[in-house]
């Protein structure tokens, strides 16, 4: 199945109305198996975990019979938890080890690894702007403990194709991968491969003993690097028509709620800053894809620029924005994001010690 993502209201709504979370708990690891392709809304923040988890529950699912399905739900705010507290740019727990470059192996973006599911799997990523989680975690094996590339670049290089692009989950998952959110490395060999995404694949330098890839030297296929670099293609943007009796909220591309003050008589700005894209990237698709989004809020106005030039230019006065890490400069009134549990927060150095404490607000 190759996945689409339209980008209207009612559509992502009725793809929250047909998730099984039955089904997906059993066949998640495979490429074929029952995802709910929700990602890239509840990345952009058109939808919330909590949103989706109730609206599962809704459906008289018994939480001991969906806990897979929650938990993949609660990763993503531990993620986001963990950005709150660390800085996730660079090696969390412990440094990578070992590490031969900070590049990306030139195998990646021309998906030239020689691992054919992992090829097929980035050219997908291509064509579509989405990839299975478990070839996410596949890719990131094969750069950082196989191609030995330091985490953060061949990261930038995934996230910036993504439509569901969170730096928090992409950043925290491969260094998870890595070793340096995690006690160990994360290592596939070629039947782990086969086995998940129904390829055939015999005699590739992964078709060996995990002991073997332990030690490996550095595939002549991942060896020649090349540094990343992308320009995201922001839009220009027309001046902006503000009401000064009116409060203005501002918008990012991880705050794209249609529900949120859907009811107040605002100013909507969808601010975007060169300087967060400059940090992370985007492709043109996913620029797209977020100003699609951003047309489900009546009365949106795009703005490129800081936080703070806007307010130098227009001046409002009062302004709601959603805390989130990557708002820089912002000042108002911030307001929370929906969390699965709202008085679970700090930092929990692994996601099971999190979800020890957020399980038991379930019991």
Not at 109 to 134: C, F, K, S, V
Not at 167 to 175: D, F, G, R
Not at 213 to 222: D, H, K, N, R, T
Request: charged residues 20%.
């Amino acid at each position: 199945m190759i996945p689409t993502f339209p980008t209207d209201l009612a559509s992502i709504l009725e793809r929250v109305d047909r998730i099984d979370p039955i089904a997906y708990g059993k066949t998640r690891n495979h490429l074929d198996g029952a995802v709910t392709y929700l990602s890239p809304y509840i990345s952009r923040g058109v939808i919330s975990t909590r949103q989706v988890l109730e609206a599962v529950l809704a459906k008289g699912h018994a939480l001991r019979d969906i806990e897979s399905f929650v938990k993949e739900l609660c990763w993503r705010d531990y993620f986001q938890r963990v950005q709150q507290h660390k800085d996730i740019d660079s090696d969390i727990r412990q440094p990578q080890h070992p590490v031969a470059h900070h590049d990306v192996p030139v195998a990646l973006p021309t998906a030239q690894t020689g691992i054919e599911a992992i090829d097929d799997g980035i050219r997908r990523l291509y064509a579509t702007g989405y990839m299975h989680n478990h070839m996410r975690m596949y890719t990131a094996m094969l750069a950082c403990n196989i191609g030995r590339s330091h985490w953060r670049e061949p990261a930038r290089w995934m996230y910036s194709h993504l439509l569901d692009g969170d730096w928090a989950s992409n950043a925290c998952s491969w260094q998870w991968v890595a070793g340096a959110n995690s006690s160990k490395t994360y290592i596939a060999n070629q039947e782990n491969i086969n086995r998940f995404t129904g390829s055939r694949q015999a005699g590739s330098y992964l078709d060996t003993s995990y002991e073997a890839l332990e030690s490996i030297p550095i595939p002549e296929a991942l060896r020649d690097t090349t540094a990343f670099a992308l320009h995201t293609p922001l839009p220009a943007t027309a001046p902006l028509r503000l009401d000064p009796a009116k409060p203005t909220l501002v918008y990012t591309s991880y705050n794209l709620d249609p529900f949120w003050h859907r009811d107040t008589d605002a100013n909507r700005i969808l601010l975007l800053d060169p300087q967060v894209f400059e940090r992370v990237p985007v492709s043109d698709r996913v620029m797209r894809f977020i100003l699609d989004l951003s047309q489900n809020i009546p009365g949106m106005q795009v703005f490129t620029g800081t936080f703070q030039s806007m307010k130098e230019e227009y001046g409002p006065d009062l302004i709601h924005f959603k805390e989130h890490p990557l708002n820089i400069g912002f000042s108002g009134i911030e307001e929370p994001r929906k969390w699965i549990s709202t008085d679970v927060t700090g930092y929990f150095p692994s996601f099971f010690a999190y979800w020890k404490q957020v399980s038991r607000r379930f019991s």
